[in-house]
């Protein structure tokens, strides 16, 4: 049973990746993150020396802080933001409980380099449909959740990508990373890199995939993501707009993979013998 001020490496893993889950900030040492440099997804890293400098950033949000062992570091860090004001519990047996116990990590490596607010920065064609509003809803909750999206006409890209500094995805080119790969899409990609395939996860790419490639005999549910997409798209004429009202969309299918695959709705019941 979780210690107080101490949540479990289960239940947190029931909350990432939803929108209620709390910041999570990884503050293992240096030497202690190079002997595994993965990170809880969404968690972002932050020095445990320098808290009383940064704990302000999270005024007015629940903190779950993370560690190697979940010991005197993590526990050291929360204490100091609740003492901010700030709700903070550590995550118990740090970043090696969640490790054994299975769950998903992001490597670090496949990152791309973070802004000078320690935001990566991606940018992608404008008007987005499907792909480029799933993939910015997986990163927000599974990678960065303060992730910047750039919307720009498809033929500058690139440009913007290099002067930006901002990763480019879902366009094409034989040299780019973050693009679809033979029949799977771009979703497929980033759920395959950054290390999140786990079963949920994985139906919903199917259901993507159907959506944004015209293959909707994947999934039984593609063409009715596809028909919300689309009435995405007509209703936001602004991307930002449109990608703010898409993240309800997909946590809703995000769940209901997770969760509700077995529910079924039948109203009115049929009465035995009528």
Known sequence: MPSINAISADKLARLVGTPKCPVLIDVQTDDDFATDPRLV???????WSLVSQWAHEFTGRSVIVICQK??????????????????ADSLEGGALAWARAGLPMVPEAVLPPRDAQGRTVW???????VDR???????????????VFL????????????????????????????SHRGEKCTFDTMVEEFGLATEPLLRLAT????????RPDLAPEAPGLLAASLGLSR????????????????????????????????????????
Not at 123 to 129: F, G, I, L, S, Y
Not at 138 to 143: A, E, G, K, P, S
Request: glycine share 8%; proline share 8%; net charge neutral.
């Open 151 to 178: 919307f720009v006409v498809a033929s500058e890209v690139p440009a913007v990508a290099q002067r930006f500094g901002a990763a480019p995805f879902d366009i094409e080119g034989e040299d780019l990373f973050w």
């Open 207 to 214: 259901i993507v995939r159907g959506a944004d490639t015209a």
């Open 70 to 87: 979940g010991l005197k570091i993590s526990q050291g860090v929360a204490a100091w933001l609740r003492h901010e004001g700030v709700p």
């Open 41 to 47: 997804p969404g968690a972002v890293r932050r020095p």
């Open 133 to 147: 509003i799933a993939c910015p809803w997986l990163i927000r909750r599974f990678v960065d959740p303060q992730a």
């Open 123 to 129: 940018v992608t064609r404008a008007r987005p449909k």
């Open 235 to 274: 209703m936001y004429a602004d991307d930002l707009e449109q990608l703010e009202a898409g993240m309800a969309l997909y946590d809703a299918f995000y769940r209901w993979c997770r969760d509700a695959t077995d529910e079924i709705h039948n109203w009115p019941m049929r009465k035995p013998g009528v």
